[in-house]
């Protein structure tokens, strides 16, 4: 039987870092090739500690971050933007899929970084970061799918990170000062690490994205719109920062930074 799923190919990399003030920095950058269709995406988004979100995208055909050694590097001139993380833990990674359809592996290079961004007037410095790099093979409106929980949370001390997927498959990594979980539960509210008697909670959240995809990532690449099933254009991600807060018997026993979403998915 030939196979009938075109060639599609995607690796993103995604960066963000808190500042010990709060001010933010997400930067994304991708390579995508379906069929005769070649686009290289990055994007920005900061929010300062007055809770003031600016976004900024570009379809130009620019270096990619590197990384050597400790250090992750990216530069985008057209975005004003100009990074550094240096690896503070060590990297994690998972196979998440591997099917007939395509695969989706699952690199987190830098569950935590130091990190210095410059972005237009904005220089964020002795910040607390985060990278890792998707490559997939799958169309993701193919994915077995119907809702996704991301997130992060980074302190000096403590390094907590989830992925949970649900629908015809169901996946769920956390992890947790390097050691992956077995017995947590994920919310949009919370993540409770059963075994370790802990539970991580949200206050001061800011709401960084809340949209379609037709409206945040898709409104920047008109060409590929035109080629995605409307159902996906019309999953929905809802994005945050939040201060979070480790308690341990009722009592916070840690706080930091985390960001956080959920995406439901379209098909």
């Known amino acids: 039987m030939v196979d009938t799923f075109p060639i599609f190919s995607l690796r993103k990399w995604y960066m963000d870092c808190v500042d010990k003030m709060g001010n933010l920095f997400i930067g994304y950058s991708a390579s995508l090739q379906w069929k005769k269709i070649e686009i290289n995406y990055a994007s920005t988004?900061?929010?300062?500690q007055q809770d003031e979100i600016?976004?900024?995208?570009a379809l130009r055909n620019q270096?990619?971050?590197?990384l050597e050694g400790e250090t992750l590097q990216w530069s985008h001139d057209k975005l004003k933007t100009v990074g550094q993380w240096t690896t503070v833990d060590p990297p994690v990674s998972q196979n998440i899929l591997n099917e007939k359809s395509g695969s989706l592996i699952w690199n987190c290079n830098q569950p935590k970084a130091m990190a210095e961004v410059t972005i237009n007037n904005m220089f964020l410095k002795e910040a607390i970061g985060y990278t890792e790099m998707i490559e997939m093979t799958i169309l993701p409106w193919r994915l077995p799918i119907s809702k996704l929980w991301w997130g992060r949370f980074l302190s000096e001390n403590n390094t907590l990170i989830?992925?949970?997927?649900?629908?015809e498959s169901n996946f769920h990594f956390v992890y947790f000062n390097g050691n992956e979980v077995a017995d947590a539960a994920v919310t949009d509210n919370e993540v409770v690490l059963n075994d370790q008697g802990m539970t991580l909670t949200f206050s001061e959240t800011v709401v960084l994205r809340d949209g379609s995809l037709a409206s945040t990532l898709f409104s920047h690449i008109s060409t590929l719109s035109k080629m995605v099933p409307t159902g996906f254009l019309n999953s929905h991600e809802s994005k945050w920062k939040s201060k979070g807060n480790l308690t341990k018997n009722g009592k916070v026993i840690d706080t930091g930074w985390a960001i956080h979403e959920v995406v439901t998915w379209g098909k």
Do not use: D
């Open 45 to 48: 988004l900061t929010c300062n």
């Open 162 to 167: 989830w992925i949970v997927w649900k629908g």
């Open 63 to 66: 270096s990619h971050p590197t």
């Open 54 to 57: 600016v976004t900024a995208s």
